[in-house]
Nanobody, 116 residues
Framework: QVQLVESGGGLVQPGGSLRLSCAASGSIFRINVMGWYRQAPGKQRELVATITRSGTTNYADSVKDRVTISRDNAKNTVYLQMNNLKPEDTAVYYC??????????WGQGTQVTVSS
């Protein structure tokens, strides 16, 4: 099993920045992909960004000019740097991991609210 614990969410003004972190524990040798999804009220969960163990990244078109995903394999941690945040970025952000065997793992989520 893999456990994912997010941190770094909060309230930020429009145009501000936040950095989310997600630490993985447990059977971390199983993990290939790590990343972030988000779910706004009344909407489906959607991809934000993912990164493979080797560093290949994938971004949603809606955020790719404003966010950067990175990963520290030695610390089993993935980061999401978000800049120029907009009210529409308000959502619960979930850490995600996918194993080499196709298993999906989710964190408990961290709230990001962009409001003045």
């Amino acid at each position: 099993q893999v456990q994912l614990v997010e941190s770094g969410g909060g309230l930020v003004q429009p145009g501000g920045s936040l950095r989310l972190s997600c630490a993985a524990s447990g059977s971390i040798f199983r993990i290939n992909v790590m990343g972030w999804y988000r779910q706004a009220p009344g909407k489906q969960r959607e991809l934000v960004a993912t990164i493979t163990r080797s560093g290949t990244t994938n971004y949603a078109d809606s955020v790719k000019d404003r966010v950067t995903i990175s990963r520290d394999n030695a610390k089993n941690t993935v980061y999401l740097q978000m800049n120029n945040l907009k009210p529409e970025d308000t959502a619960v952000y979930y850490c995600y991991a996918k194993s080499y065997y196709g298993d999906d793992y989710w964190g408990q989520g961290t709230q990001v609210t962009v409001s003045s």
